[in-house]
């Protein structure tokens, strides 16, 4: 018992640890929310997340929720409200912008990346209606702002734990597109294309996550819409 307590604690303190506010200059509020996973937080112990690159580019300030391990669809309630679960990371605000990600664990780790018709239909449907991403984009709609959704990096094709996952990460592409195109105010940043075959320079050690030159290349790519659509 004494040894599930403190397993809790140092789970809080980790995400807790993870919801990082990346800041440049002082703005009146703050105009940009980013939520999302691993590929969302990684390299934000140097500053060098997407989150921060956003900041760098706009001169606003961005609040970084994310959390390294998030799902989309995630039933524990303690860890689930304190970020495992996606959608808890969303706070009602004055946003302009709300940046996403999420996915890529309930598919890679939910099921292997096989088979994965069931999960992702209830993350996002086939036409991009209904499920719970279009919920939380939804949700964040209704509050006034506007939605950008990232997909993932693909493997660079050498010794990756996720070259298996290519597939069903060009379908969830294909869907999040889709749920864009329903709706004003709604975006979708594909990375489909942003590794070349073979290049590991865009992912970190583990080769799945971003290296510091990915996220910043995905950041540029989210500053660059917000710059274009404002």
Not at 88 to 101: A, E, F, H, K, T
Not at 158 to 186: N, Q
Request: proline share 3%.
């Amino acid at each position: 018992m004494i040894y599930r307590h403190v397993l809790q604690l140092l789970i809080t303190l980790l995400l807790v640890a993870a919801c990082t506010e990346t800041s440049v200059q002082d703005p009146d509020r703050r105009r940009i929310l980013a939520i999302g996973d691993s590929m969302m937080a990684w390299n934000a112990a140097s500053d060098d997340a997407i989150s921060d690159e956003v900041a760098r580019r706009l001169g606003h300030s961005v609040e970084d929720r994310s959390v390294v391990g998030a799902h989309v669809i995630y039933q524990l309630p303690i860890t689930g409200a304190l970020g495992l679960r996606i959608a808890s990371q969303y706070r009602p605000g004055s946003w302009d912008w709300v940046i996403m990600n999420g996915g890529g664990n309930d598919l890679w780790l939910g099921c292997g990346c096989r088979a994965c018709d069931a999960r992702m239909n209830k993350m996002l449907s086939a036409d991009g209606s209904n499920g719970a991403v279009a919920d939380l984009v939804t949700q964040a709609r209704t509050d006034g702002a506007k939605v950008i959704y990232l997909g993932y990096l693909r493997s660079p094709g050498r010794d990756s734990p996720i070259e298996r996952c290519r597939a069903v990460g060009d379908a969830f592409d294909t869907r999040l597109a889709k749920m864009a195109a329903r709706h004003a105010g709604v975006f979708f940043i594909s990375n489909a294309d942003l590794v070349p075959q073979g290049d590991l320079s865009f992912h970190s050690f583990d080769r799945i996550h971003p290296s510091i030159k990915g996220s910043r290349a995905i950041g540029v790519r989210v500053a660059t819409l917000i710059e274009n659509q404002s």
